[in-house]
């Protein structure tokens, strides 16, 4: 019994394999058709092989931290070498075959009124018709000129004759249809009352690997994305092609470009550092405070204190947005009234920063407190009584038993925390948005920027529109900072040795 | 465990695979459109439907997010036939491969200056149905019931209006599609034409002698106190809904809010200053269609024949006041005063340059106009730096 439902499920699950490889080979993604299909073998050889077993329950995780985790790093690293981005999204055959299809008009062409017929074999035949009533009849992309009682007339006389509904509802036949006209030119659909002369403006050439401009024989070969000729002029729509490191040598050659990348990687640090001492500070003193055995309502002060933290913080973001605006803020209303001057909070660079740094106050505090009033109650009380009973002052207690031992257990996710707040998007995105703008910066570039947001900058709002190969190249850069960062904080706090041996 | 993880797994498979794949597909239309045209078109649809027998479907997407989806989906072959969209994408469009030109049934039928807009290297790219621009909108009960004609008025008012701490005027800050007219309005440009009449994103005239002084008069307001510093949108919006303020800097989209808050409120084009109108851009709404359509003649044939006409322009017109840009129907929506003041500022209006170089002028602008409005720096070294990195960013990527 347990056998067949565990081959039912297997084939069921190669059905679905199946399924999926046939989606993926129709829209042409060889890429992760060829990951599915080692997939679906290991998958296979894990469950048939007895051998297979304990993978059993390994496979599915590694199977999704290939599609989760490695996929897009593999997929970013290749976007980094190419110029995806506006101007350049299409594939190559896609353009070819776009620039292929572009018909011109022809300037003093004549329109070709026309009916449709419909043999029984179901082939179209077309009588066209032009101002002069000189009749032409068109037959599988043939045109024969027809005379005043042509025989061939009688015989369409047989076919069924398309009504207007008939017409409308082929249209993409009658579209596809395309008649020799002369050597170069082609008679064509123009409207669902009409067929012209079209010339076919380019042609592509598989050998060369070029287009080639019939009216001028100008010949387009592919240079960095497009199709350009000689001269140097472009045909768009370009397509997506590998550059190298063009993208690094834009980031890293050009003073403009990193200049505001030095300045946003330095407030990054500061901000990270910023955020995390801030409420730990707030939330080991909060702690302290609710831990106070005589401290009366202490649940009513926790639950309350742990408020902001419940509120989402989208929410709370866009209220100290509000909160922060310099015209109608609150804020500065009450510092208007009290000390009768107001901050340019969103404004000024520094008090934009310190707006950020409040804000995350506000955001982390109810965190830090958790995991400190967790932390002190792991701490046994005969320490403190063996202290005071050698004299030590609370301040003594305070330095040489409550924050050693805290460390053990909360210093590892202050690591974590400062990995989190160096990738903070959201709180810099919805307060600042990374403004106020840096003087100069030839890309979108604010003072409040941390990498992650100026990234998302490059990508979605830089001059050249949508730039993904640049924002690739800079997610690489941030990656290998972070991966260092995270590295020597791991070293030098020793946090996860700490935490195998205490825990 | 195990098994419930399969069959979980495959749930998902399934689930994500039979999910109606909305895709262009020979021989039914598809149509992305906004909340506000989805309805009028689904109307449209049946009587397609009835008349030919050819399904259209309507999928509803909220209208920012048609051209980024569009560059994301319709490369795959899963995108719309059709579009609703502003003129002022059809410059990252067009370079993308992303849409086609049209073959318009009836030139005649449309307002010249919505056709321009739309178009592209001598080829219409899309179907106007309504025009924008914005102009002043004034509050009565503080600007009296005509409102400034001239800046000169409207500083006077708003040194009276100070004292109250009210101001005579409001505008969404930064924005350079709000401020372009103070640049404007001495001769200031985006983009020079060239011999042939054509854009040319090399000239850039956002720093020239009119341009800066339109931006110093700009700042002089600030300073003044007659314009509120450094207000976004919603900001703004509430100054004036709750009678702060006596003037406000924007468009026909934002005659619900005012309305709502009960305001009695006049639209006009913006004052004069110098004897000259500050001159903003003209705007265009229309339909496009996709490059990867299966139906091109079909979208084409669907358009002509059933949206560009009377009844499907006043409906538009009924789902979302806007002026429109289809003259048969332009009589009767054109009695609306708001819609006539709209139209009567889409007259001193400059289309928007749709080439995608404008991508390389509103972060640079909009930085420009940070720096000033936050006192960081005179408008001249500012609006000059920005024209410099607008050319070079344009040089860079070679548009």
């Known amino acids: 019994m347990g056998k067949m439902i565990k081959y039912m499920i297997l084939g069921i699950l190669n ?111 077309l009588l066209f018709t032009d101002s002069r009533g000189e009749r032409l009849l068109g037959y599988r992309g043939q045109l024969t000129s027809l005379q005043e009682q042509d025989p061939l007339l009688e015989q369409l006389a047989d076919f069924a004759e398309l009504t207007r509904v008939d017409l409308v509802r082929a249209t993409n036949e009658l579209s596809g249809q395309s008649f020799a006209y002369d050597h170069t030119h082609e008679l064509r659909m123009r409207n669902i009352n009409s067929f012209s002369v079209y010339l076919q403006q380019y042609s592509y050439d598989r050998e060369n690997d070029a287009l080639i401009e019939s009216e001028t024989g100008t010949i387009y070969t592919p240079v960095g994305g497009y199709f350009q000729d000689p001269d140097g002029t472009r045909l768009t729509p370009g397509f997506r092609a590998v550059v ?16 505001p990348f030095v300045r946003v990687f330095i407030w990054t640090i500061q901000w990270a550092l910023l955020s995390v001492a801030t409420t730990f500070v707030v939330g080991l003193f909060l702690a302290i405070l609710l831990n106070d055995p005589y401290l009366r309502l202490r649940k009513v002060y926790r639950s309350l204190l742990i408020l902001p933290y419940a509120i989402p913080a989208f929410i709370s973001a866009l209220i100290w947005r509000g909160l ?80 050693p031992l805290l460390m053990v257990s909360v ?42 947001s100026y990234t998302y900058r490059l990508a979605f709002e830089s001059g050249r529109g949508i730039d993904y190969g640049l924002a690739s190249s800079v997610t690489l850069v941030i990656f290998l900072i972070t991966g260092a960062i995270t590295f020597f904080n791991f070293r030098f706090t020793g946090a996860l040795e700490d935490v195998n041996k205490n825990v | 465990m195990k098994r419930i993880a399969t069959i979980f797994f495959l749930l998902v498979l399934v689930m994500s695979l039979s999910l ?30 009835i008349e030919y027998g ?149 000239d850039v005239g956002l720093a020239n002698d009119g341009a800066v002084e339109g931006f110093e008069f700009f700042e002089y307001l600030l300073d003044e106190r007659i314009l509120a510093r450094a207000t976004p949108y919603d900001t703004m919006m509430s100054l004036f809904q709750n009678g702060n303020a006596a003037g406000m800097i924007t468009g026909p989209w934002a005659f619900g809010d005012v309305r709502s808050a009960g305001i009695n409120y006049g639209f006009k084009q913006i004052p004069s200053y110098q004897g000259q109108y500050g001159r903003p851009f003209l705007g265009a709404q229309g339909f496009m269609v996709s490059s990867f359509s299966e139906n091109k003649m079909l979208a084409n044939l669907f358009l002509n024949e059933f949206v560009a006409t009377k009844d ?65 720096s005179a408008p001249r070294p500012a609006i000059e730096n920005a ?11 070679g548009y």
């Not at chain 2, 024209?387 to 990527?397: C, E, H, M, N």
């Open chain 1, 15 to 125: 059905v679905a394999f199946l399924w999926v490889a046939l989606f993926l080979l129709s829209s042409q993604a060889y890429f992760v058709f060829v990951l599915l299909l080692l997939g679906a073998l290991l998958a296979n050889l894990v469950f048939l092989a007895p051998k297979g077993y304990p993978y059993r329950y390994l496979l599915p995780a590694a199977f999704f931290m290939v599609v989760m985790v490695v996929y897009p790093i593999v997929y970013t690293v290749y976007i980094s070498v190419t110029n995806y981005g506006t101007g350049n999204i299409l594939h190559k055959e896609q353009v070819i075959a776009q620039l292929e299809d572009r018909y011109v008009l022809e300037p003093d062409a004549e329109d070709y009124a026309f009916q449709a017929y419909r043999d029984d074999r179901g082939d179209l035949w």
């Open chain 1, 244 to 259: 190298g490191i063009n993208n690094f040598r834009r980031l890293f050659g050009n003073p403009q470009i990193t200049g």
């Open chain 1, 324 to 403: 922060f605006n310099t015209e109608l803020g609150v804020i500065n209303q009450i510092l208007q009234a009290t000390i009768g001057s107001s901050v340019p909070w969103l404004q000024d660079p520094l008090w934009a920063k310190v707006a950020l740094v409040i804000l995350n106050l506000w955001l982390g505090f109810p965190y830090m407190m958790i995991i400190c009033l967790g932390a002190l109650q792991s701490i046994g009380a005969e320490m403190y009584e063996a202290a005071v009973v050698d004299g030590a002052s609370s301040w003594q207690q305070f330095r040489h038993i409550t924050v």
């Open chain 1, 411 to 452: 210093a590892p996710l202050l690591v974590s925390s400062f990995a989190f707040n160096f990738n903070n998007f959201s709180v810099i995105y919805l307060l600042t948005r990374g403004r106020p703008p840096i003087v100069g910066a030839q890309t979108p570039a604010g003072h409040t920027d941390i990498l992650i």
């Open chain 2, 20 to 49: 109606p794949t909305m895709a262009s597909v020979p021989g039914e239309l598809l149509i992305w459109s906004d909340g506000e045209r989805a309805p009028v078109l689904a109307g449209v649809a049946k009587e397609f439907v």
């Open chain 2, 54 to 202: 050819i399904t259209v479907r309507i999928q509803e997407l909220p209208f920012g997010d048609i051209r980024d989806n569009l560059a994301i989906v319709a490369p795959t072959g899963e995108g719309p036939d059709i579009i609703v969209g502003a003129h002022d994408w059809l410059g990252q469009l067009i370079t993308d491969g992303l849409i086609e030109p049209i073959e318009l049934a009836d030139e005649s039928a449309f307002l010249q200056s919505g056709l321009d807009a739309f178009t592209w290297g001598g080829k219409y790219y899309g179907i106007p149905y309504a025009i924008e621009a914005i102009g002043l909108i004034y509050n009565k009960d503080l600007a009296g019931d005509e409102g400034p004609e001239t800046f000169e008025e409207l500083i006077e008012l708003g040194k009276e209006l100070r004292e109250e701490g009210k101001y005579a005027l409001v505008m969404p800050q930064p924005d350079p599609y709000h401020t372009f007219p103070f640049f404007s309005i001495l001769g200031g440009y985006v983009f020079g034409l060239d011999a042939d009449g054509v854009l040319d994103p090399l």
């Open chain 2, 312 to 376: 499907t322009m006043l409906a538009i017109y009924e789902g979302d006041p806007r002026p429109t840009a289809f003259l048969p129907a332009a009589d009767i929506i054109n009695e609306d005063p708001d819609m006539r003041g709209v139209m009567e500022s889409a007259a001193e209006g400059i289309p928007m340059p749709a080439i995608p170089a404008m991508n390389a002028v509103w972060t640079a602008w909009s930085d420009a106009l940070e720096l000033v409005i936050n006192e960081q």
């Open chain 2, 387 to 397: 024209v410099q990195l607008i050319i070079q960013t344009i040089k860079d990527s």
